[in-house]
């Protein structure tokens, strides 16, 4: 069992190391040699040192034993604060803890022998630091009165008991608190240092019962005090030990009474919104720390050591609501206000990769590990962002680094496996699966992921094996049809046809080969651009939400004009972009939703954002969403057409300019048909047309088949039938179920899906000078065509 003290003990310990003249004090030139031993890969200059050493002697000014320096309180202060991490530290500097002989004037003393009795107010005075967190004897953070000793005193004896009674009755799950009183997770993050770490109480039982009722007997004991200050410093420390001991409900209860009693105080607010994060109540943890932001800056000073860490965990608080960019917003100014904060570093480049965002979270990234080489989970997420730009053999060799620092990094090793599929180096994808598998046995991703790999290794029988095991953890559709496609690839390779692993089971043909029969079959490269549009409606959900939704935003929003580059224009920030999605997707849970951020960044933000100052036109914005929104086609031109009025240059007017209409429709096409509209947008500049366009002229420019959005038919057709099934029919080429139109070759009657017909693949066996496809919406359609056919 790890020692209570050994953290404070290394701060110790390195305090010691730099006191150089034993005053019991760390003076500029003593901090200076600190600052530069734990940072060896940093070279600072004589600038930025000086800099670095006045913040900190003005920041924990309160610690500051005059001529002598920083105090020990000060630099075990600049440690809870998160300002360096004191196991890395302790460990570059080669130190080592004294041993016991050697200190045994400081030894932790002996558990209390009986459960039921009280320490001595006389005995407790030698031994509070000895015995309990660090937090407790930080001035800010800690214990002030001494009766609130006995609080703490009495409430480790509760809890004790309530383990004890749990353990025998097999009721406590991973009992390690000790390791992890120290205090929170600093990253607070879905990560396994919180969750591998957290004692599982049973909430429900006799004992848990009586131990709530005994908790009652403290806190009235809390209100009962001298003072409303005593009272607070009450709360607080029972909170404090409730949540080291992660009964994270009842230390919320603590925290929320100390709010009420000091509601200008930071730390009470501070605490809560941990509670509620680790309780996933995500929305409340930021109020939270919202409150706790307002406090601390209206507070000066006295509170500025704790800015950066509320920014940290208010942007952690938002990601849990899916609400990244906002995060990230965050994230910066906890690096700004800390620019040794390598974990606000790392949450900003993995928050921005989120977002699509690659290059700037690459050198945060970076940044972030320059300062702390050993960072496993940011060595994983920048070799995501390398593989995501191209740069694959980086990428590999910093997920290989994110795995030798930590062998079970599931992430690290789940993604090493896609970059490997991506590479088609199957059997290296299919053992980084294997080993994901080994830490996390029911990860049925990976075991998908697995069979997909030992397909493209030839492994077909393995591949099948691991698709049916997959089947027993999940039951969801893609599984069925990823059997279904292993079945049709079995009797390819029993009849003879093909080499039964799926490659060069096709062929490519040039798009003037492809001939379509009857007006109703979509063109070749029509629906390639459609299958686009769908599938970015797909990844946003923007065709679950009703284009009436953004006509609402239209009409509530109230955003001030700005001039910049003084044209006016109602533009927003991409954070309060993001609020205004996240109305419009509220149907989403966190994760899809940032999924939908993220391509509709890449999609549509960059293209509006040329000049990337993180400001967007809204109405253009709002006008760009509308035709992939949910409604009829006719709405979804009006409301396009409505949010083009909400420019300044538009209001008060029932028409929009031409120029505008213009502008849109071209925009329209560079986002959602790229390989035209990119070189169109160049030909909008300089015009200055100041006609106006009425709604029906507006749709009759939109729906122009050569110059407008005509593909939005294309779309409409997708959308309506883009699930419908055809039977038995499997793809001549994927060997997929065909799913969606169905698209018959006339001459040798083979049958390709929608995705093989966009991309122009044919089975090799069927090679002719032209192809002749008819598209048959429906098997229904299929089968009427078959009879008229018959009845001629």
Partial sequence: ?????????????????????????????????????????????????????????????????????????????????????????????????????????????????????????????????????????????????????????????????????????????????????????????????????????????????????????????????????????????????????????????????????????VRPHFRAGNCLYVLARHSESKEEFLLALEAAEAGGSQWAYLLPQIHVNLGIALEGEGMVISSCEHYREAAILCPTHFRALKLLGSALFGVGEYKAAVKALEEAIYMKSDYADAHCDLASALHSMGDDDNAIKEFQRAIDLKPGHVDALYNLGGLYMDMGRYQRASEMYTRVLSVWPNHWRALLNKAVALLGAGETEEAKKALKEALKMTNRVELHDAVAHLKQLQKKKLSGNGNGNGEEAFIIVEPSKFKTVGEKTTLRADLSTALDIRSFQRITRLNRCDVDQIKKEINETDVPMSYSGGVPEKSIRKASLEEILRRLLKFLNPETFIGAVKAINQKVLSVLDESESGRLDLGMFFAVLAPVCGGSPDKRKRVAYEALLLRPVNEGSNQIRKTDAQRYIKLLRAIYIPSHGASEMLEIHGEMDTSLVSLAEFTAMFDDPDWGFGIMSTLLKLEFGDRNRHGSHVCATCRYPVIGSRFKELKSHFSLCSQCYSEGKVPPTSKLEEYRFKEYASEAEAVKDKCMWFGK
Avoid at 58 to 74: A, Q
Wanted: net charge negative.
């Fill in 1 to 265: 069992m790890a020692m209570r003290g050994s953290r404070s003990e290394k701060v110790k310990r390195i305090f010691q190391q730099f006191d150089g003249n034993h005053d019991g004090g760390l003076n500029r030139e003593e901090m200076a040699a600190l600052v530069v031993a734990v940072n060896p890969r940093v070279k600072f200059s004589d600038e930025q040192i000086n800099a670095i050493l006045d913040e900190v002697f003005r920041t924990y000014s309160e610690f500051i034993d005059g001529e002598k320096g920083l105090t020990y309180d000060g630099l075990l202060r600049t440690y809870d604060d998160g300002a360096g991490d004191v196991d890395r530290d302790f460990d570059s500097l080669g130190l080592e803890l004294m041993k016991p002989e050697d200190n045994a004037g400081t030894s932790i003393a002996a558990d209390v022998a009986s459960s039921t009795s009280i320490v001595d107010e006389r005995v407790m005075e030698p031994h509070k630091k000895q015995r309990t967190a660090a937090w407790a004897a930080s001035p800010n953070h800690g214990i002030v009165f001494d009766d609130t000793w006995k609080l703490v005193d009495d409430l480790e004896i509760l809890i004790k008991r309530l383990k004890s009674k749990q353990s025998k009755d097999g009721k406590v799950k991973n009992d390690n608190s000790d390791v992890y009183s120290e205090g929170w997770s600093r990253e607070l993050g879905p990560s396994t240092e919180l969750s591998d770490k957290r004692v599982a109480w049973e909430e429900t039982g006799h004992h848990y019962g009586v131990f709530v009722k005994e908790l009652g007997v403290l806190r009235s004991r809390a209100d009962g005090s001298r003072s409303r200050e005593e009272a607070f410093d009450g709360h607080m420390a029972i909170g404090r030990v409730l949540y080291d001991q992660h009964l994270f409900k009842e230390a919320l209860v603590s925290f929320k009474r100390a709010c009420e009693l000091q509601p200008a105080d």
